[in-house]
C-alpha cells in the first residue's frame, strides 16, 4: 500500500547539501518523487510504503545534513502519483526570499581526511571545503547563493570539479566554493615589502619564520590576522608593541585538543565548544606553569583559545607547533584588514612578512569570542561561525533597523520572527569603522532582501550610531533607552514580553533624564519600562577620562563616602597618587566641574580595584573590573554592610557602605583577594535584595539579567544561583552579548513593541 507526502521545509537548508540528502536518503529506500529549493527553503514529495515513508521523515527530522537547521517542518499527506524516480527539481522562481544563508564553517572531518591523504587529489589544498564546511557569509556578495554571486566566481570549476559539482550523490554537489589544486586559490607567501618570496611550500616557509620569531600576517577566512608563535615571549611583545595592543589578551590557534590541555583546563562541554563547527575564541582557564609566553594574557586566569577552523590553518599548525597567536589583523581600535593591498598599507611595520591568498573576503568577520557559564555558553563577541544565523523572536516584527551603541557595535535587521545580528563591527569610534557600520547595514539589507520601515537607535546624541539614524530619510527613528533595550534583548532571546524585573548593570549608556545611567534596576516588558532602581549617582570626575583612571573613581567613592575626612584615611591610594592631583579632583567633585553624575556599576567595580592598588589607570575598558574578578580569592566570606535606600522616585543603592567596609578592610590589612571576594557577595546580596523588595511591590517573580557586567562570571553564576534560591525565575543572555554587542537585538524588538504602544495610544484619542 503506497502513501504520499508532501513535505516543506524552513531553516538553513539551502547550500548546505539539503537537496543530495534528501534524494540519496529516498534513493536508500525506493522513495520516489521530487525535491527543490523554494523561495521558503526545501519542498518536497515522496511516494512508497508507508514504514519507509515514516522512517524517511524521521530522518530528515532527527539527522539533517550537518550543516543545516530545521526550524519547521510540515507535511501533509497526497493522493499516490505512481512515478517511477526521486528527482531533484530545477530551483523555482523565486520572488520573495525567506531561505536563511549559511555562516562561514570549520573545515569538516571528510574533508581533513582528504587534506591529510597523500593519495587525495586535493592533498595539502588550502582551499579545500565541500558542501558540509567552507566559506559563506564572508564570500557572498549577493544572493540567490551560487557560485557566480561569490568571491569565487573569479575561478572556473575545471573538469573534475565541475564533475563533483554536478553529482548530487558527491559530497561536493552545488558546493559553490568548490576548487582544487588545478582550478582554485592559491596561497603566495611575501616580504614585508610586498615582494613574493621564491619557495616552493609557502606554508612550510611561514611555519619555519614563525619559528625565528617574525610576526606573518596571515589572510584568513573573515579577514588577516597577525601571528607568531606563543611561546616565545620577545615576538608576543614585539607584537603588541607594533600593534600598540599593551595588555588585552591575545587569542590562541592551537593545533589539537591534546596541545590545549597542555597550558588550559578544558571540561567535558568545554570540549565540545571548542570542536564545534563555529570554532570560537573559548576562554579556557590557565594552568599553571604555562608553557606559553606570560605576555601573551597578563593579569588573567584564562587564555582565549580555538582550533583550526580553515584547512590553511590546519596545515600552518601541522608544523609542529604548540600555539600561535592569532590576534585580528588591526591596528588597535580600527577594522580588521580583509584586502591584500590594504593589508599592506594598514599592517605595514607591524608585519615582517604576509601569507596571502587570491580568494577575496567579501564582508569581513572577526573571530567569535565565548565563554561557558552555568552550563551555558555565553557570547562575548558573536561574529565568524554564528552570523548570519537569526534569533527567532515570539511574534513576527515589521522590518526593523537597529544601528546598535558605540563600544562592541553590531546592527541588527529584523524580518518575520527572525532578528539578524550583523557581525561584530567594533568601537564605533573612527571613520574606518563608521565605513565598515555603513557597509555591514547595506549588506545585510542586501542578502536578506530587508528595506527597514524603522530605525531603531541609542538615546545618546554624539554616538556614530544615533547619528547615522537621525541622518536617514523617508524612515520612521524611535530611540531606544540603552539600558531598557539591555533588558529587552534578554526577554526577546527567551521569547517572552511581560512585566519582569530587570538588573541591568553596565559602563554606562546615556539614561532619560539625561545622566549617565549604568547600574539599572527596570521593571519593563518588551515596550515600556519604569526605572526602579539604581546605583546613588556621584560625579564622573574628568568625564572620559574617569573611566581610563579609575584612581579618579576611587576618589570620587572616598569623598561620597567621607567628604573632606577623606583626607584623614590612612590609603596606600592617597600616597601613591599626587597630593596636588588628589586636591584638584577632590575641587572639581566639589565644584561639579568636568563631573556628570553617573549612576555607573562598572565604575564601582573600577572604583575597588584602584583602591585596593590592582590598578589606577587602564589599557581597554572593563580591564580594571576583569582584574578585580580574576583575583578573587575562593574562602567563603561574609559581605560588606550594605543600604537600599527608599526614595520617592526609585530605590538607591548606595555604594557608601560598601566604600567603608572596603576601606576599613584595607585598614586591618586583609588581602585583596578577601576584598574582592567580599565586594561580589555584598553586589550579590544587595540586588538581591532589591529584587525581593520590587516583588513585594510589583507581585514580579521574574528577573532578566542584561548589560556588560554580567560578563563576569563570578556575579552571573552567583546572581543566578541566589535569586533562584529566593524564588525567581532566572533569564540571562546566551544566544547575544550581554555586552553592548547585544544592544541592537534589543533595540530593534523595543522599537516594535514602543511602536505598537504608541499607536494603540493614538487610535484610542
Ligand atoms: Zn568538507
Ligand atoms: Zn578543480
Ligand atoms: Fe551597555
Same mark, same amino acid.
Request: hydrophobic content about 40%.
Given at each position: 500500500?503506497?502513501?504520499?507526502?508532501?513535505?516543506?521545509?524552513?531553516?538553513?537548508?539551502?547550500?548546505?547539501?539539503?537537496?543530495?540528502?534528501?534524494?540519496?536518503?529516498?534513493?536508500?529506500?525506493?522513495?520516489?518523487?521530487?525535491?527543490?529549493?523554494?523561495?521558503?527553503?526545501?519542498?518536497?514529495?515522496?511516494?512508497?510504503?508507508?514504514?519507509?515513508?515514516?522512517?524517511?521523515?524521521?530522518?530528515?527530522?532527527?539527522?539533517?545534513?550537518?550543516?543545516?537547521?530545521?526550524?519547521?517542518?510540515?507535511?501533509?499527506?497526497?493522493?499516490?502519483?505512481?512515478?517511477?524516480?526521486?528527482?531533484?527539481?530545477?530551483?523555482?522562481?523565486?520572488?520573495?526570499?525567506?531561505?536563511?544563508?549559511?555562516?562561514?564553517?570549520?573545515?569538516?572531518?571528510?574533508?581533513?581526511? *582528504?587534506?591529510? !591523504? @597523500?593519495?587525495? #587529489? +586535493?592533498?595539502?589544498?588550502?582551499?579545500?571545503? $565541500?558542501?558540509? &564546511? =567552507? /566559506? %559563506?557569509?564572508?564570500?557572498?556578495?549577493?544572493?540567490?547563493?551560487?557560485?557566480?554571486?561569490?568571491?569565487?566566481?573569479?575561478?572556473?570549476?575545471?573538469?573534475?570539479?565541475?564533475? *563533483?559539482?554536478? !553529482? @548530487?550523490?558527491? #559530497? +561536493?554537489?552545488?558546493?559553490?566554493?568548490?576548487? $582544487?589544486?588545478? &582550478? =582554485? /586559490? %592559491?596561497?603566495?607567501?611575501?616580504?614585508?615589502?610586498?615582494?613574493?618570496?621564491?619557495?616552493?611550500?609557502?606554508?612550510?616557509?611561514?611555519?619555519?619564520?614563525?619559528?625565528?620569531?617574525?610576526?606573518?600576517?596571515?589572510?584568513?577566512?573573515?579577514?588577516?590576522?597577525?601571528?607568531?608563535?606563543?611561546?616565545?615571549?620577545?615576538?608576543?611583545?614585539?607584537?603588541?608593541?607594533?600593534?600598540?595592543?599593551?595588555?588585552?589578551?591575545?587569542?590562541?590557534?592551537?593545533?589539537?585538543?591534546?596541545?590545549?590541555?597542555?597550558?588550559?583546563?578544558?571540561?567535558?562541554?568545554?570540549?565540545?565548544?571548542?570542536?564545534?563547527?563555529?570554532?570560537?575564541?573559548?576562554?579556557?582557564?590557565?594552568?599553571?606553569?604555562?608553557?606559553?609566553?606570560?605576555?601573551?594574557?597578563?593579569?588573567?586566569?584564562?587564555?582565549?583559545?580555538?582550533?583550526?577552523?580553515?584547512?590553511?590553518?590546519?596545515?600552518?599548525?601541522?608544523?609542529?607547533?604548540?600555539?600561535?597567536?592569532?590576534?585580528?589583523?588591526?591596528?588597535?581600535?580600527?577594522?580588521?584588514?580583509?584586502?591584500?593591498?590594504?593589508?599592506?598599507?594598514?599592517?605595514?611595520?607591524?608585519?615582517?612578512?604576509?601569507?596571502?591568498?587570491?580568494?577575496?573576503?567579501?564582508?569581513?568577520?572577526?573571530?567569535?569570542?565565548?565563554?561557558?557559564?552555568?552550563?551555558?555558553?555565553?557570547?562575548?563577541?558573536?561574529?565568524?561561525?554564528?552570523?548570519?544565523?537569526?534569533?527567532?523572536?515570539?511574534?513576527?516584527?515589521?522590518?526593523?533597523?537597529?544601528?546598535?551603541?558605540?563600544?562592541?557595535?553590531?546592527?541588527?535587521?529584523?524580518?518575520?520572527?527572525?532578528?539578524?545580528?550583523?557581525?561584530?563591527?567594533?568601537?564605533?569610534?573612527?571613520?574606518?569603522?563608521?565605513?565598515?557600520?555603513?557597509?555591514?547595514?547595506?549588506?545585510?539589507?542586501?542578502?536578506?532582501?530587508?528595506?527597514?520601515?524603522?530605525?531603531?537607535?541609542?538615546?545618546?546624541?554624539?554616538?556614530?550610531?544615533?547619528?547615522?539614524?537621525?541622518?536617514?530619510?523617508?524612515?520612521?527613528?524611535?530611540?531606544?533607552?540603552?539600558?531598557?533595550?539591555?533588558?529587552?534583548?534578554?526577554?526577546?532571546?527567551?521569547?517572552?514580553?511581560?512585566?519582569?524585573?530587570?538588573?541591568?548593570?553596565?559602563?554606562?549608556?546615556?539614561?532619560?533624564?539625561?545622566?549617565?545611567?549604568?547600574?539599572?534596576?527596570?521593571?519593563?516588558?518588551?515596550?515600556?519600562?519604569?526605572?526602579?532602581?539604581?546605583?546613588?549617582?556621584?560625579?564622573?570626575?574628568?568625564?572620559?577620562?574617569?573611566?581610563?583612571?579609575?584612581?579618579?573613581?576611587?576618589?570620587?567613592?572616598?569623598?561620597?563616602?567621607?567628604?573632606?575626612?577623606?583626607?584623614?584615611?590612612?590609603?596606600?591610594?592617597?600616597?601613591?597618587?599626587?597630593?596636588?592631583?588628589?586636591?584638584?579632583?577632590?575641587?572639581?567633585?566639589?565644584?561639579?566641574?568636568?563631573?556628570?553624575?553617573?549612576?555607573?556599576?562598572?565604575?564601582?567595580?573600577?572604583?575597588?580595584?584602584?583602591?585596593?592598588?590592582?590598578?589606577?589607570?587602564?589599557?581597554?575598558?572593563?580591564?580594571?573590573?576583569?582584574?578585580?574578578?580574576?583575583?578573587?580569592?575562593?574562602?567563603?566570606?561574609?559581605?560588606?554592610?550594605?543600604?537600599?535606600?527608599?526614595?520617592?522616585?526609585?530605590?538607591?543603592?548606595?555604594?557608601?557602605?560598601?566604600?567603608?567596609?572596603?576601606?576599613?578592610?584595607?585598614?586591618?590589612?586583609?588581602?585583596?583577594?578577601?576584598?574582592?571576594?567580599?565586594?561580589?557577595?555584598?553586589?550579590?546580596?544587595?540586588?538581591?535584595?532589591?529584587?525581593?523588595?520590587?516583588?513585594?511591590?510589583?507581585?514580579?517573580?521574574?528577573?532578566?539579567?542584561?548589560?556588560?557586567?554580567?560578563?563576569?562570571?563570578?556575579?552571573?553564576?552567583?546572581?543566578?544561583?541566589?535569586?533562584?534560591?529566593?524564588?525567581?525565575?532566572?533569564?540571562?543572555?546566551?544566544?547575544?552579548?550581554?555586552?553592548?554587542?547585544?544592544?541592537?537585538?534589543?533595540?530593534?524588538?523595543?522599537?516594535?513593541?514602543?511602536?505598537?504602544?504608541?499607536?494603540?495610544?493614538?487610535?484610542?484619542?
Amino acid at each position: 500500500m503506497k502513501s504520499r507526502y508532501k513535505v516543506a521545509i524552513q531553516g538553513i537548508v539551502q547550500g548546505v547539501g539539503f537537496r543530495p540528502f534528501v534524494y540519496q536518503q529516498a534513493l536508500a529506500r525506493r522513495l520516489t518523487g521530487y525535491v527543490t529549493n523554494t523561495s521558503h527553503g526545501v519542498d518536497l514529495e515522496v511516494e512508497g510504503e508507508g514504514l519507509e515513508l515514516d522512517d524517511f521523515i524521521r530522518t530528515l527530522r532527527q539527522d539533517p545534513p550537518p550543516l543545516s537547521r530545521i526550524t519547521s517542518l510540515e507535511f501533509q499527506p497526497l493522493p499516490p502519483q505512481g512515478d517511477s524516480e526521486f528527482t531533484i527539481l530545477q530551483s523555482q522562481a523565486q520572488k520573495t526570499r525567506s531561505a536563511l544563508i549559511s555562516p562561514d564553517v570549520a573545515v569538516c572531518p571528510d574533508c581533513l581526511r *582528504e587534506l591529510r !591523504d @597523500p593519495r587525495d #587529489r +586535493r592533498y595539502r589544498y588550502p582551499f579545500i571545503n $565541500c558542501t558540509n &564546511c =567552507g /566559506p %559563506r557569509y564572508t564570500i557572498i556578495k549577493d544572493i540567490p547563493y551560487d557560485r557566480a554571486k561569490t568571491t569565487m566566481a573569479a575561478f572556473t570549476l575545471c573538469p573534475e570539479c565541475s564533475a *563533483e559539482y554536478h !553529482d @548530487p550523490l558527491n #559530497r +561536493r554537489f552545488h558546493a559553490q566554493p568548490n576548487a $582544487c589544486w588545478t &582550478c =582554485g /586559490p %592559491r596561497v603566495t607567501l611575501l616580504d614585508g615589502a610586498g615582494q613574493p618570496l621564491d619557495c616552493e611550500d609557502p606554508i612550510a616557509e611561514t611555519a619555519r619564520l614563525l619559528r625565528e620569531g617574525w610576526v606573518v600576517a596571515i589572510k584568513g577566512l573573515g579577514g588577516f590576522h597577525l601571528a607568531v608563535e606563543a611561546v616565545q615571549e620577545e615576538a608576543v611583545r614585539r607584537l603588541r608593541q607594533r600593534k600598540h595592543r599593551e595588555e588585552k589578551p591575545l587569542a590562541l590557534m592551537c593545533p589539537d585538543l591534546a596541545r590545549v590541555r597542555e597550558f588550559a583546563r578544558v571540561e567535558a562541554e568545554e570540549e565540545e565548544v571548542l570542536c564545534s563547527r563555529e570554532r570560537p575564541i573559548l576562554l579556557l582557564r590557565k594552568k599553571e606553569p604555562s608553557p606559553v609566553a606570560p605576555a601573551v594574557a597578563p593579569g588573567n586566569q584564562y587564555y582565549g583559545v580555538m582550533l583550526p577552523y580553515t584547512p590553511l590553518h590546519y596545515l600552518l599548525l601541522d608544523q609542529g607547533f604548540l600555539a600561535l597567536v592569532l590576534t585580528s589583523g588591526n591596528l588597535s581600535e580600527e577594522p580588521i584588514c580583509i584586502d591584500n593591498e590594504e593589508a599592506f598599507v594598514r599592517l605595514k611595520g607591524i608585519a615582517d612578512y604576509f601569507l596571502v591568498h587570491n580568494r577575496d573576503i567579501h564582508l569581513r568577520s572577526d573571530d567569535s569570542i565565548v565563554q561557558q557559564v552555568s552550563g551555558s555558553l555565553r557570547q562575548l563577541r558573536r561574529s565568524r561561525g554564528f552570523v548570519p544565523i537569526p534569533v527567532f523572536l515570539a511574534e513576527p516584527l515589521a522590518p526593523i533597523l537597529a544601528c546598535g551603541a558605540e563600544l562592541k557595535n553590531t546592527v541588527c535587521l529584523t524580518k518575520d520572527n527572525r532578528a539578524f545580528i550583523s557581525q561584530h563591527v567594533g568601537d564605533l569610534e573612527n571613520l574606518e569603522t563608521l565605513h565598515f557600520f555603513e557597509q555591514t547595514i547595506e549588506h545585510l539589507k542586501q542578502i536578506l532582501q530587508i528595506e527597514p520601515e524603522v530605525i531603531a537607535y541609542d538615546l545618546h546624541p554624539d554616538y556614530l550610531s544615533t547619528r547615522y539614524a537621525l541622518e536617514q530619510e523617508g524612515v520612521e527613528l524611535i530611540g531606544v533607552q540603552h539600558h531598557f533595550a539591555h533588558l529587552v534583548g534578554c526577554l526577546a532571546e527567551h521569547g517572552l514580553n511581560e512585566k519582569v524585573i530587570g538588573l541591568t548593570l553596565d559602563g554606562s549608556g546615556y539614561g532619560l533624564d539625561g545622566r549617565i545611567w549604568g547600574g539599572e534596576v527596570l521593571v519593563g516588558d518588551c515596550g515600556s519600562f519604569e526605572r526602579c532602581g539604581h546605583f546613588a549617582y556621584l560625579p564622573l570626575p574628568g568625564g572620559a577620562r574617569a573611566v581610563k583612571e579609575p584612581w579618579r573613581m576611587a576618589v570620587s567613592y572616598l569623598y561620597q563616602a567621607y567628604g573632606e575626612k577623606l583626607w584623614d584615611l590612612p590609603l596606600p591610594l592617597l600616597e601613591r597618587i599626587d597630593r596636588s592631583q588628589l586636591e584638584i579632583l577632590v575641587q572639581m567633585i566639589q565644584k561639579g566641574i568636568n563631573s556628570p553624575l553617573t549612576s555607573s556599576c562598572g565604575r564601582l567595580f573600577d572604583g575597588v580595584a584602584a583602591l585596593i592598588g590592582l590598578r589606577d589607570t587602564v589599557a581597554f575598558e572593563g580591564q580594571a573590573a576583569m582584574e578585580l574578578e580574576m583575583i578573587q580569592g575562593r574562602e567563603v566570606e561574609a559581605p560588606y554592610d550594605f543600604e537600599v535606600l527608599r526614595s520617592q522616585e526609585a530605590l538607591q543603592i548606595l555604594p557608601q557602605p560598601i566604600i567603608r567596609g572596603v576601606v576599613e578592610d584595607i585598614r586591618q590589612g586583609a588581602s585583596r583577594e578577601r576584598i574582592s571576594r567580599r565586594f561580589h557577595r555584598t553586589l550579590v546580596e544587595v540586588l538581591t535584595r532589591v529584587c525581593q523588595i520590587l516583588r513585594e511591590d510589583w507581585g514580579l517573580g521574574k528577573v532578566a539579567l542584561g548589560g556588560g557586567v554580567f560578563q563576569n562570571r563570578t556575579l552571573l553564576m552567583e546572581m543566578e544561583a541566589r535569586l533562584r534560591a529566593e524564588g525567581f525565575q532566572v533569564f540571562s543572555k546566551s544566544l547575544v552579548p550581554s555586552n553592548d554587542g547585544g544592544i541592537s537585538l534589543g533595540q530593534a524588538v523595543a522599537a516594535h513593541y514602543m511602536r505598537r504602544k504608541m499607536t494603540a495610544v493614538s487610535t484610542r484619542r
